[in-house]
Nanobody
Framework: QVQLAESGGGLVQAGGSLILSCAAS????????MKWYRQSPGKQRDLVAD???????NYADSVKGRFFISRDNAKNTVYLQMNSLKPDDTAVYYC??????????WGQGTLVTVSS
């Protein structure tokens, strides 16, 4: 059974940086597309970035050029480097992947708060 655990959230001033980590257990990490989503209060959960097993990345327009997703298959971990943070980036950030049965798996989320 795949399990995901995010870490690295916190309070940061606008313009600052944070690195989020998502450690995966179970399944074959190197074969999975890994995704980061975020959800602000009262809003839907939106895709922020994803990375394929081959390392191809995709970003939401709102974070292009500021956020960078990467993975370390030896550590079963995916990262989200967040730079030039804005108050609008404040949200709970979730790691996501899918099982072999194509079912979504979510971590517990990590809160990122950007102060102005």
């Amino acid at each position: 059974q795949v399990q995901l655990a995010e870490s690295g959230g916190g309070l940061v001033q606008a313009g600052g940086s944070l690195i989020l980590s998502c450690a995966a257990s179970g399944g074959i990490f190197s074969l999975k597309t890994m995704k980061w989503y975020r959800q602000s209060p009262g809003k839907q959960r939106d895709l922020v970035a994803d990375i394929t097993p081959g390392g191809v990345t995709n970003y939401a327009d709102s974070v292009k050029g500021r956020f960078f997703i990467s993975r370390d298959n030896a550590k079963n971990t995916v990262y989200l480097q967040m730079n030039s943070l804005k108050p609008d980036d404040t949200a709970v950030y979730y790691c996501n992947t899918r099982t072999l049965m194509n079912l979504d798996v979510w971590g517990q989320g990590t809160l990122v708060t950007v102060s102005s």
